[in-house]
């Protein structure tokens, strides 16, 4: 432990903090402070040299970015949606979704040739989606509850993050088409991996051999 250097690691608060928590209690780092945290956002964990801060998913990667905390734990969509500069290390496993086009089930999103509206929280996923498609669109950008869009004649379609898809079926939504898998994903900022290359390194060997283990108990 001495003479390492202390590591920043930025949670994603909600759904993604608790499950990297378990993750990172199972790896030996003492996460009690942050499962009772009350209203509190920063921890520090002498023992393990470790202070974790608890963020919202757009703001993860800005941190990462400035280099303020060395490791992001953050959402594939987080990352697909804004363009920064970090190294994606590990695919943690949990939080899996997708990316889908969905719409109202009885509207043929395909047919004619009207240039198509399309609601989303995620304009640039949706904008490069349609890009690789060839195909025109505008994007109408929307802060949640996006399957309200083509319900109210807003958008012909939404993009959006598809779980269990029951938020789809409870509103008369369909999907027509999956763009891409998401799950929770290690980032690690550019500098932080040079500079603190052997604590990073041991960090990211000890949650893989956690992921490892939870993956062949799933199995
Ligand atoms: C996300 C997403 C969908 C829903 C999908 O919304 O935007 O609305 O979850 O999950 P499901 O397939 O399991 O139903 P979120 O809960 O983040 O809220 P929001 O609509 O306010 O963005």
Same mark, same amino acid.
């Given at each position: ?124 996923? &949706?904008?490069s989606y349609f890009r690789k ?23 012909? &379609? ?36 040079k500079m603190k290359k052997e ?17 062949? &108990?799933?199995r």
């Open positions: 432990m001495d003479g390492e250097r202390k590591i920043k690691i930025a949670l994603t608060k909600g759904r993604i903090e608790k499950e990297a928590v378990k993750i990172f209690e199972r790896a030996g780092v003492d996460c009690s402070e942050v499962i009772n945290k009350g209203r509190k956002l920063i921890f520090h964990n002498m023992e393990s040299n470790i202070d974790f801060v608890l963020v919202k998913a757009p703001d993860v990667l800005t941190y990462v970015e400035h280099g303020v905390v060395d490791v992001g734990i953050v959402g594939k969509d987080t990352l697909l949606e804004q363009d920064k500069n970090f190294y994606e290390v590990l695919d943690l496993g949990f939080g899996k979704c997708k990316f889908s086009l969905a719409g109202l089930k009885n509207s043929d999103f395909y047919s004619g040739y009207n240039r198509k509206k399309i609601a989303t929280k995620y304009p640039n996923v &949706a904008r498609l060839g195909q025109d669109v505008e994007i109408i950008k929307i802060e949640g509850s996006v399957e309200l869009a083509p319900i109210l004649g807003l958008a012909d &379609a939404i993009v959006d993050i598809v779980e269990t898809g029951s938020t789809l079926k409870e509103n008369g939504l369909v999907v027509y088409k999956d763009i891409c898998s998401i799950s929770a994903r290690m980032v690690v900022n550019m500098a932080s991996m604590e990073i390194e041991k960090i990211i060997n000890k949650v893989q051999v956690q992921i490892n283990e939870m993956e062949k &108990a799933a």
